[in-house]
């Protein structure tokens, strides 16, 4: 596996769960991948079992600031930078009624202006490489909403046409833009939501799982698609957003 040879990546919200798939994914693939999250000890772990090169930055989403040093010291350290990988994301599972306006904000902030800041930072170095790729993590509930879930449907619907928007202004610097919606994938965020959903549900959660896309989903089926889309396999393809849900969205029933 050498898809990804001397690439230079940001992968933000890679402390842990699909984003750590993600940057292992890369590494495999012959990448040095800057861990820029906010979990500052779980990113510095993060790169030190990866090796190759790899980079822990403590990095806020929801600071431009963060932002801005996290492109310029993978950047610096890399000589250049190919690849974004916007994955950090938060979700909250509440009724409308009882979310508060801080907390629907926070989800914007962090899934949607995070994706907009790290883009807008990672722009000159990525033009600058030429044929450089972002990925952004939307989700099936960028697709359609959900119970308990307005605020994170809102914000995975507004990666998508982020994304699309984005790949069509970029297209000219050679800047390649795409999507990745997975289903529910078995990581702490899928712990965190089994209990509220399981709380309207008919049936367990896991029955509801395998109803609905077969099985969870695996961090590694997300990172495979994204080395795919951050590869020149894809070369063609630029704002598209790419299901990885087993078919929970293809279903009627
Ligand atoms: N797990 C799922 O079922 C699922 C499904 C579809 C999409 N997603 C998306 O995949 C992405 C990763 O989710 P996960 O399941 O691995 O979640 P997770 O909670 O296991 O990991 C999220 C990571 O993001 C980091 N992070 C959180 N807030 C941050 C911030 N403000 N700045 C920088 N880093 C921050 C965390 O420290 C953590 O390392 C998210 O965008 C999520 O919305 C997850």
Known sequence: MNDLAGRRAIVSGAARGIGRAIAARLVAGGARVAIADVDADGAATAAAELGNGCLGIACDVRSMADVTAAVAAATDTFGGLDLLVNNAGIEIAKPVVDLTDTEFTRILDINVVGTFRFTKAAVPALAAAGGAAIVNMASVAGTAGGPLLSSYCASKGAVIRFTESAA??????????????????ATEMADRLAGPIEAIAP????????????RFGTPTDVAETVA?????????????HYMVDGGLTANLF
């Open 168 to 185: 069509i202004e970029l297209r000219p610097a050679g800047i390649r833009v795409n999507a990745v919606c997975p289903g529910i994938v």
């Open 203 to 214: 049936i367990p959660f896991d029955e509801l799982i395998a109803l609905k896309q077969g």
């Open 228 to 240: 795919f889309l951050a590869s020149d396999d894809a070369h063609f393809i630029t704002g598209s």
